[in-house]
């Protein structure tokens, strides 16, 4: 089954860092297009960062100069290095992908993956 997994959520104290990452797993043949999302509560799911297989990054303006996102495709792994972290970052963290696997000896690609969400929570 393939699937995206994060790790690395837990609670800071403002101005703390955090690293989360998001490990495709399964018969990966390659992760393409990834981005880091988080929600809120009582809010609406907002992109964060996104980063092309080539690298090339967009951020959202709140984050700014305090994420960076960033991927080891050997690993097919995505990371998120947040600090000077505030209390209005905290939020469920969740990246989404495009996905290259293996089903047999043919590779498909699949989008719009998710993973299940990691907690973030700073504390003030």
């Known amino acids: 089954q393939v699937q995206l997994v994060e790790s690395g959520g837990g609670l800071v104290q403002a101005g703390g860092s955090l690293r989360l990452s998001c490990a495709a797993s399964?018969?990966?043949?390659?992760?393409?297009?990834m981005g880091w999302y988080r929600q809120a509560p009582g809010k609406q799911r907002e992109m964060i960062a996104t980063?092309?297989?080539?690298?090339?990054?967009n951020y959202a303006d709140s984050v700014k100069g305090r994420f960076t996102i960033s991927r080891d495709n050997a690993k097919n792994t995505v990371y998120l290095q947040m600090n000077s972290l505030t209390p209005e970052d905290t939020a469920v963290y969740s990246c989404?992908?495009?996905?290259?696997?293996?089903?047999?000896?043919?590779?498909?690609?699949?989008?719009?993956?998710w993973g299940q969400g990691t907690q973030v929570t700073v504390s003030s």
């Open positions: 989404n992908g495009d996905l290259q696997y293996y089903r047999g000896s043919v590779i498909w690609t699949g989008y719009d993956y």
């Open positions: 980063i092309t297989r080539g690298g090339t990054t």
């Open positions: 399964g018969s990966i043949f390659r992760i393409n297009a």
